[in-house]
Structure formats: C-alpha cells, structure tokens
C-alpha cells in the first residue's frame, strides 16, 4: 500500500471532533444514537416544512444549517467556493432520493449507521455489510467507466442556493417558528437547544470541508486505490462513540434487541444500506459530503439534498420508511421492519440505480475514438 | 495527457489509474480544477512512485506527473 496508506490528520481530527459532537448532542437532547443522522434530519426539515405528516418526526433540525454554513464559511477562508453545476442534475435528484428512501428503510445515513455501531446495535453492522456491498457493486460500474460526466462553472447565484437556503431558514425559524410543524412526542420532539446544535454542527462543518471526510469514499478509496485516508475517519468516528459511550455508561454490549430508533428486520437493513451504498459511490460521496459540497457552491451536490429531501417526503407519505422496535406495554417485543410498500420500493429503486449505472457507461464504440 | 477538469471524485483518480495502468508512462500531465482532486491524485501518483508538480492558473490546475 505504499504512501499511499499515509493519512491526512484533518481527517483523524474530524473524526474525532463528530464522535465527541454526536456525543454531545445526544447527551444535550438528541434522540439515542443520533447525534447525527444527515437522512433522518433532512427528513424531519421536511416534515417541518408539511413536506410530509409524519407527526413524531418533525423538527428544523439546526445541524443541517449548521453543517452547511460551516463548510461554506470555510471554504471561503480557502478560497475553495467555487459555484459549479451541471454534471447530471435531475439524475443526481432521482439519486439523491433513492439514497434517502435506502436510508430511511434502514433507519440512518451511513454517518448514523456508524454512531448506531458505536452504540453497540448490532443491526447496523448487518447495515455496514449491506453499505460494503453496495459499494463494491458501485465501484464496479465505476471500473466500467460510470460517469455523471463533468460539471462548469457557473454564476454565483447557483453557488449560493443552499448556504443562502439554510441561512434563510434559520432566520425564519428564529423570527417565526410558529409556521413550520414540530413534533410533539418521538424523534422529533427531542433534540438539543437549537444555537449548541447549530454552533457544533458549524464547527464540524467546517471540519468536514477542509478534511474531505466521507462515510462511503472510506471503503470505496480502499478498495479502488488501496488509500486509507478517508477510512481513518470513519473508523475514528466509531471509535470515538464506542469509548465514549462506554465512559457515559450508555453501553450496555452489542444487541439486536431493541435498539434505539432501529429496527431488527435484518434482510431489509442489509438491502437499505446496499441503496445506499451504491447510490452514494454513483453520487461520488455520501449524504454528509453532499452537503458540505453544497455548502462550497456545488449547485449538483444541492440538488442531491434537495432530491434527498423530497425522497424523505415520499418515504413518509407513502410508508416505505422503517418503523423502529418497540415494547408494548403488555411487554410483547415487536422487532419492527418495513411495510410491503417500502419492500416494493426498494426493488424499483435496485431498478433505478441498475439503468442509472448502465446507461452512464460510454458505449464501446464511443470509447474508441 | 488527462482532462480531469470538472470531474467529481473520485474520476480523476480513476482516469490517471487507468493511464498509469496501461501505459506506465514516465512522465503525465493531469488538469483538474479542484483543490481536493489535487490531494486526491497526488496522493495516488506518491503512491505509484511520481513525484507531482502543481501549476495553478486561474482556479484550474495543471499537475505534472514523473516518475522518480
């Protein structure tokens, strides 16, 4: 493996700064395990936004704003904004949404899926298996020369759509928050207060975007360049959580049984996470890098978040999202799972992400010119 | 040469794999216009033994790859 094992420390750093957020926020009134989950957040902004009614999930959650304004601050600091679009957008939506259904179905984004291991639910390792392999069925289309094909640059008002939207929606939940939706009870209803939510996630942000730290280019650099660099991060992450659930005496060893906002339907955990796998290496980075990418003025990358977003509608309204475990109060254990709608959905998704896949081969007689 | 330009990761890496791959050149050039790619295929030629030389000109950057 050479040098190129080396390791950038921006990366080791991040690591370490998310499993000690995630931490942090779960402490401050996140739900158990997600300090941060870019899907199930995205989901709950559009809740609050009556994207979808789905009563217990909805909530601005400031980590997304956060997580936006800190990459495109930083990114300005390092002159690195640069306003670009056009590889591919309305299938980078279709993607984007794909991804968010995988990922409901499992219940997490490959960021939550590692918190969740650290938190000892063994269901979300039966979610990195499926991650693993939807990786490697990615990276093969990419070895057959898969491309969305190369983005321009444009003006700047198409590099400012998504910090100017979170900066926008902040200001609207601080000055009017009675027009959007928040959760009474369940997920939604719990969270840490808003400006420590949106300060950490800005740090971490801004940490993301100078580290390059992605959940999916970790395994897929691995496998195709035999680089560590971006694994080191997701295996800091893990970590991190693990020791650091430890000490705060929320680990009670490795279980399938009732996990927090998991479910134990382990066919559709692996499935969930191959949608997402795949959908992410075809993105070219995982739904955290979509959004510090659109935080640096990445117009495809904001129109990834916005199909995510959409897709987190849809998967509510039409019920293809994952519904955790649960206890009754007779104590009658329900390991939760998804409906037959989701089960539909996720095989006209594999369809989906196999002719996005095929179709964006160059065609042999075109390679040799 | 390879144009890279406007690619997303981890393309410009894979198409510089490819050319290393085939034709083991001793000397390449790559254009890329983003900061990360450079890491990225500076991390990768290190890796197959070149050394990297960057040349940035109005946000694009030509790389210049030789072999040690």
């Known amino acids: 493996m050479g040098k190129n094992s080396k390791v950038n420390i921006w990366v080791l750093i991040t690591g370490l700064v998310i499993g000690i957020a995630a931490l942090a926020l779960t402490a ?3 739900p158990k395990n997600m300090g941060f989950c870019i899907a199930c957040f995205e989901r709950d902004i559009a809740g609050a936004l009556g994207l979808h009614q789905a009563a217990v999930v909805q909530y601005v959650r400031p980590e997304i704003i956060g997580l936006v304004l800190g990459s495109f601050i930083m990114s300005l600091a390092t002159k690195e904004f640069k306003a670009k679009a056009g590889s591919s957008p309305a299938v980078r939506f279709i ?7 995988g990922a409901l179905v499992f219940l997490g984004c490959p960021l939550r899926m590692v918190i969740r291991m650290g ?3 063994l269901n979300a390792f039966v979610g990195l298996a499926g991650f693993a392999i939807g990786i490697l069925i990615g990276i093969f289309f990419l070895k057959k020369g898969f491309s969305l094909k190369r983005n321009y640059s444009v003006t700047l008002t198409e590099g400012f759509v998504m910090p100017v939207s979170a900066v926008v929606l902040l200001a609207l939940v601080i000055a009017v928050p009675g027009i959007f939706l928040f959760s009474e009870k369940g997920p939604g ?13 800005m740090v971490v942000g801004a940490l993301a975007q100078k580290s390059r730290i992605c959940m999916v280019g970790g395994m897929r650099d691995v496998v195709m360049f035999k680089d560590f660099n971006l694994l080191s991060g997701f295996v800091v992450v893990f970590v991190t959580i693990l020791i650091g659930n430890v000490i705060l005496g929320n680990f009670s060893g490795f279980s399938t049984y009732l996990q927090p906002i998991a479910h134990a339907s382990q066919l559709w955990n692996l499935l969930g996470m191959v949608i997402v796998g795949w959908g992410s290496v075809l993105l070219g980075g995982c739904p955290l890098r979509q959004l510090i990418l659109a935080g640096e003025g990445n117009g495809d990358s904001a129109v990834t978040v916005f199909g995510m977003v959409v897709g987190a509608a849809l998967a509510h309204n039409l019920k293809l999202a994952g519904s955790a475990a649960s206890l009754a109060e007779d104590g009658t254990y329900n390991a939760g799972g998804i409906a037959d709608t989701g089960k539909v959905a996720v ?4 369809v989906v992400l196999l002719a996005v896949s095929i179709l964006n081969i160059p065609r042999l007689d075109k390679k040799s010119k | 040469m390879v144009d890279a330009r406007g690619l997303s990761c981890p393309m410009p890496v894979v198409m510089v794999q490819k050319e290393v791959n085939a034709n083991k050149p001793s000397e390449l050039e790559v254009l890329v216009d983003a900061k990360v790619c450079v890491e990225n295929v500076t991390r990768y030629a290190s890796s197959q033994g070149y050394d990297v030389k960057v040349v940035e000109k109005d946000g694009e950057f030509s790389m210049t790859l030789k072999k040690k």
């Open chain 1, 95 to 101: 993607l984007g949404a794909s991804v968010m259904i």
């Open chain 1, 28 to 30: 401050l009134g996140n």
């Open chain 1, 347 to 350: 095989a006209i998704i594999f």
């Open chain 1, 189 to 201: 209803s719990m969270h840490a207060p808003l400006f420590v939510s949106l300060a950490i996630a």
């Open chain 1, 119 to 121: 938190g000892g639910d």
